[in-house]
């Protein structure tokens, strides 16, 4: 079952979202990022994407959370904690600059739904781009003209582009992960020297 994530899967989204994060997301993964550390810091976004009804759910027939995908208004600023946990930092200030480097004429759409983030549990590919698909309708039904994400994986990168033909948005520059520079230092040092964020995105055909 696919549905708008409500209050009801709070827990089990955050949960989801702290497990793939930490455990298989090259950025989170390479810092080492502790699990509570990253609940403080994606809860006050699960918790306005639920109030927002913008964000998609995978459910099995078991009734098991599979899956998340993590939309918000992009004329809205995405809710952060009060405080960003330090081991988050370098992550929250890359994403910033990329955000800075994002060409607005680019974009070419006054109503832009900004896919933040998404999550699947492990055996549950084939689900993808049912929840994606949804997520698509979500946004048609609710007038978007364009959607895009800053995508910070490999994996999702080559789903976006080959299953949807999503396009590479104009930045003005590229910030490649290894030599990022944070407080003096490369925090993400060890991780490939071609991965960078791709900023990808793709206008709508409106519904009617």
Same mark, same amino acid.
């Given at each position: 079952m696919i549905t708008t994530l409500n209050?009801?899967? %709070?827990? #089990?989204?955050?949960?989801?979202?702290? %497990?793939?994060f930490c455990?298989?997301?090259?950025?989170?993964?390479?810092?080492?990022?502790? *699990?509570?550390?990253? *609940? *403080?810091?994606?809860s006050p976004i699960v918790d306005q994407a639920i109030e927002a009804k913008l964000s998609t759910i995978a459910i099995s027939p078991k009734n098991e959370f599979v899956g998340i995908v993590i939309a918000h208004d992009y004329s809205i600023p995405l809710a952060m904690p009060d405080k960003i946990p330090d081991s988050m930092a370098p992550i929250v200030e890359l994403l910033?600059?990329?955000?800075? @480097?994002?060409?607005? #004429?680019?974009?070419?759409?006054?109503?832009?739904?900004? +896919?933040?983030t998404a999550a699947m549990e492990p055996g549950n590919s084939s689900e993808s781009q049912k929840l994606f698909d949804a997520q698509i309708r979500i946004a048609q039904q609710h007038k978007f003209e364009m959607m895009f994400t800053e995508?910070?994986? #490999?994996? @999702?990168?080559?789903?976006?582009? %080959? %299953?949807?033909?999503?396009?590479?948005?104009?930045?003005? *520059?590229k910030i490649y992960y290894k030599y990022f520079s944070f407080a003096g230092s490369r925090p993400f040092e060890k991780l490939n020297p071609k991965m960078y964020c791709k900023v990808l995105g793709s206008?709508? @055909? +409106?519904?009617?």
């Open positions: 209050n009801d899967w %709070r827990d #089990p989204a955050i949960d989801c979202l702290t %497990r793939q455990e298989a997301e090259p950025l989170t993964a390479c810092l080492n990022v502790p *699990k509570n550390d990253f *609940k *403080k810091f994606v910033d600059q990329i955000s800075h @480097s994002i060409e607005q #004429p680019a974009l070419g759409a006054d109503k832009i739904l900004h +896919i933040f995508a910070t994986n #490999p994996l @999702s990168q080559q789903f976006l582009i %080959r %299953r949807y033909g999503w396009h590479e948005i104009a930045c003005n *520059k206008r709508l @055909s +409106i519904n009617h």
